[in-house]
């Protein structure tokens, strides 16, 4: 029996309520420890710089440890960090296959994962069909983020006609459920079809919603649409808007 098998609930809350520094020192504890789930956070932690340095390569490590151990969080991690070069060189077909199984074993992320690269054909050959099934699923899992980044690739499926009827007002219910249930690029793609309709004031408050939670490739890509738009008050108060998320 180790140290932290030793600890009650009571003195793992209050391990757990110091610094940054305090909880990610106690989490290392617990994953040199053999603690699957502490090798996931802690790999998530030198990801983040939550309380240590970030460090991709060692985060690599502690997933791959936890993944052997069957966390099917930290497998889908050890795709990620192959998917887009994190610790790593890129490896698509790995992160494929790093996801692949961790569909199967249920996760909501690794599904998510697996369908786009099953629909941009990246390290699988390209299956657009299961893509969408895969998507619909999460959709349908009403799980939080994933459900809702789900739902907005369902809608770019019935907007560009992938493997289904080209629908676009499907794609903008999906777009609006996809923005209400958080996610950046569908708080953009919402709002995208609302300039189109003429709604260009309730499309602004969406445009700042996605320029507050979007990454910083997505914020270059969806600026420079913007700036660009066939919609004049895009390229004006649309612009300004999305800055001013940017901002927030």
Not at 30 to 45: C, K
Not at 99 to 128: C, H, P, Q, S
Not at 143 to 167: Q, Y
Not at 181 to 201: E, P, Q, T
Request: a negative charge; one cysteine or more; proline letters at 2%.
């Amino acid at each position: 029996m180790t140290a932290i098998d030793t600890l009650t609930p009571d003195a793992i809350a209050a391990r757990l309520s110091g610094s940054p520094a305090e909880r990610a020192a106690f989490v290392r504890e617990a994953a040199d420890a053999g603690v699957a789930e502490a090798q996931a956070v802690y790999g998530q932690m030198l990801l983040d710089g939550l309380g240590v340095a970030v460090d991709p390569v060692a985060a690599l490590g502690w997933f791959t440890k936890a993944a052997a151990q069957h966390h099917v969080m930290a497998l889908n991690m050890v795709g990620r960090c192959y998917d887009l070069g994190w610790g790593t060189r890129v490896d698509k077909a790995r992160a494929a296959e790093c996801y692949r199984i961790a569909a199967e074993r249920g996760l909501d992320w690794a599904m998510y994962n697996y369908a786009t690269l099953l629909a941009l054909g990246e390290g699988v050959a390209e299956d657009k069909p299961a893509a969408l099934a895969l998507l619909e699923k999460v959709a349908a899992m009403d799980s939080g983020l994933a459900s809702a980044k789900a739902i907005n690739f369902v809608g770019s499926f019935a907007e560009d006609g992938w493997a289904c009827e080209r629908d676009l007002v499907r794609a903008a219910a999906c777009y609006a459920q996809a923005a209400a249930g958080g996610d950046f690029r569908g708080c953009f793609n919402h709002a995208r079809m609302l300039g189109a309709a003429g709604d260009i004031d309730a499309a602004l408050d969406w445009l700042k919603q996605a320029g507050e939670r979007g990454n910083a490739a997505f914020l270059a890509k969806a600026g420079a649409w913007l700036a660009t738009s066939e919609i004049p008050a895009f390229r004006t108060r649309g612009v300004a808007a999305f800055r001013e998320g940017t901002r927030c």
